[in-house]
C-alpha cells in the first residue's frame, strides 16, 4: 500500500513531499528504494475528523501528514483499531450532529442550572474556617469602616440583645463577632461574611427607633451566615466561570474570580430567593425570641427611601420590595406581644 502525503523529520518545521509504502508484512519504507524505517504497530495513527490530514507519529520523531484517509483506516485495522469511525460518521449525519448539539445545550443548562448551586453547596460546606476568617480579615480590611460612634451603652445593649438572639435559638455565639462600625461612604447597612463575621452600621442604627428593627437585621444576616448564601453564590460564580472556560477556552474570568475571591464576596449580591429564605427563617429567629419581625419590614421601608451609596452588590441596602415587606408583616401578626 502506498500513500501519498508530506515527511517531516521532526527537527524543522519544513517538510518535503513523499510517499509512504507499508509491506504485506507490516514494514514502512519512506521511499521505493529504501530500507524500512519502522514498524506498522509501532506508528501512532490519529482517528478521522471529518476531512482534516492526519498526521502519522514515529518512534523515532518522523511524521507523515496524509489525507488519504481510506488507506489509512485500512492501516489502522491492520494494527486492530477501528479508528472510531463512528465519530466520523456522526460527524457526516446532519441530524446526529443536530441531535447531538441539542443534547450539548440541555447538558449544560442542567449542569447551570443544579449541578453548579449543588457542588457550590458542598464546597460551601466543606471548606475550613481558618479559610474563612482569613478571607474575612481581608475583607474588612478593604472597607472604609471607622470606630462605631454609639454610646458605650448602647453598644453593650446590641451585643447582649444579639447575644439573646443566639441563645434562645441554640446557636453557638462562639461562631459569630459582631462588629459595630460607622462608614457615612457606604451609609445604612449591615452585611455578613460566611466567617460568623456581622458587620452592623451606625448609620443603619440611626434609623430604627426600635430594638426589633436593628435585630431584625441581625437575625436575617446570621440565616446568610448559617446557610453561607453568600460563599455559595461565590463559589457558583467561580464554577460558572470554570464551565465558560472550558466551552470557550478562556481562562481569564475563572482566574479573576479566584485571584479576587474577597472582593467577589463583598460585591456579590444575595438572589431574591435567598433574600426571600433570609427574610422568612430570619423572622422565625425573631419570633422565637419573642421580637417582632414587621418591624424589619418597617426598617426595609425607611431604607428604601434612603440613597444606599455608590457601593455594589451585598453592601447596598437590601431590596425592599413590596412581595417581602407583606411576608414580613405576616410573620409579625403572630410575634409575641412586645415584652
Known amino acids: 500500500m502506498e500513500l501519498r502525503g508530506t515527511w517531516f523529520d521532526g527537527q524543522s518545521g519544513r517538510g518535503a513531499p513523499g510517499v509512504m509504502r507499508v509491506d504485506a508484512q507490516g514494514q514502512i519504507f519512506r521511499d521505493v528504494q529504501g530500507q524500512p524505517c519502522a514498524e506498522l504497530a509501532a506508528v501512532t495513527i490519529p482517528a478521522r475528523l471529518g476531512t482534516m490530514p492526519r498526521t502519522l507519529v514515529f518512534a523515532s520523531g518522523w511524521r507523515f501528514v496524509s489525507d488519504q484517509h481510506d488507506q489509512l483506516d485500512a492501516l489502522m485495522g491492520q494494527q486492530g483499531k477501528n479508528g472510531l469511525r463512528w465519530v466520523d460518521r456522526l460527524e457526516r449525519n446532519r441530524n446526529a450532529a443536530i441531535v447531538g448539539l441539542v443534547l450539548l445545550v440541555v447538558s449544560m443548562f442542567g449542569l447551570y442550572q443544579y449541578g453548579i448551586p449543588a457542588m457550590a453547596r458542598h464546597t460551601a460546606d466543606a471548606l475550613p474556617a481558618e479559610l474563612l476568617d482569613e478571607m474575612a480579615t481581608e475583607a474588612l480590611q478593604s472597607l472604609p469602616l471607622q470606630r462605631s460612634e454609639l454610646p458605650l451603652p448602647e453598644q453593650q445593649r446590641i451585643h447582649d440583645a444579639f447575644a439573646r438572639l443566639l441563645k434562645v435559638n441554640g446557636l453557638p455565639a462562639e461562631h ?69 472556560t472550558l466551552i470557550t477556552g478562556d481562562a481569564s474570568a475563572a482566574t479573576s474570580t479566584v485571584m479576587d475571591f474577597s472582593r467577589v464576596v463583598l460585591e456579590n449580591g444575595y438572589s431574591r430567593d435567598l433574600e426571600r429564605e433570609a427574610d422568612e427563617l430570619g423572622a422565625e429567629l425573631m419570633l422565637r425570641g419573642g421580637w417582632d419581625p414587621a418591624e424589619l419590614a418597617t426598617l426595609f421601608e425607611r431604607l428604601a427611601e434612603q440613597d444606599s451609596g455608590d457601593l455594589p452588590g451585598w453592601l447596598r441596602s437590601h431590596p425592599a420590595n413590596d412581595e417581602r415587606i407583606r411576608a414580613l408583616r405576616q410573620a409579625g401578626q403572630s410575634a409575641i406581644p412586645s415584652r
Open 176 to 244: 459569630y463577632r459582631l462588629h459595630l462600625r460607622s462608614a457615612p461612604k457606604i451609609g445604612p447597612n449591615a452585611f455578613a461574611l460566611p466567617s460568623g463575621d456581622i458587620v452592623l452600621l451606625d448609620q443603619l442604627v440611626a434609623l430604627t427607633d426600635k430594638e426589633d428593627q436593628w435585630l431584625g437585621v441581625l437575625a436575617h444576616e446570621v440565616v446568610h451566615v448559617e446557610a453561607r448564601h453568600g460563599l455559595r453564590g461565590v463559589l457558583q460564580s467561580a464554577y460558572g466561570a470554570l464551565l465558560l
